[in-house]
């Protein structure tokens, strides 16, 4: 988990404790906005994931302000991805940021992780989440590069 973190600090310009927060506000994201079984999956497989989402409490599901209030009305994935939105705007990150800490952990995750299932579960978020694949389009066309 260091390891994403400090890629994730490195990339988007963040102090890790930021960068810890903020792989804890995507992974609780993922876990709610993909399929049970594949965001399990890939949580299992990452030591210490679950703790950063744990971590992360209920920021998924409503955060400050008014995408945070519409993310919790809606609910389901839609709700979960504004709501993930706002924590991270809270978090200083602006939209550039915010693709480019997703595209990272991804990323990252492909690295550590079974790459099938990690584009699996980005494809299943994207595929869940209109726009999200927008962020995520280099890595779903196979450029690991993030």
């Known amino acids: 988990m260091e390891e994403i973190i400090r890629a994730v600090a490195e990339k988007v310009g963040l102090d890790e404790e930021t960068a810890q927060s903020v792989v804890g506000t995507l992974l609780s994201f993922v876990r709610d906005a993909a399929d049970e ?6 949580l299992d497989q990452l030591p ?22 519409l993310g ?5 994935s839609l709700g979960s991805a504004m709501s993930a939105f706002s924590q991270l705007q809270e978090k200083g990150l602006d939209m ?6 997703g595209k990272t952990l991804f990323g990252q995750l492909s ?3 079974d790459s099938d299932l990690v584009r699996r579960v980005v494809a299943n978020v994207a595929g869940n989440i209109p726009g999200v694949g927008g962020y995520l389009s280099d890595f779903l066309d196979g450029d690991d590069d993030a």
Do not use: K, R, T
């Open 37 to 42: 079984e594949g965001a399990n999956a890939l």
């Open 48 to 69: 210490g994931a679950q703790e950063l989402v744990d971590g992360a409490g209920g920021e998924s599901e409503g955060g400050g302000g008014l995408m945070g209030m």
């Open 72 to 76: 919790g009305m809606l609910g389901g």
């Open 96 to 101: 550039d940021q915010i693709g480019e800490a």
């Open 111 to 113: 690295e550590q992780l």
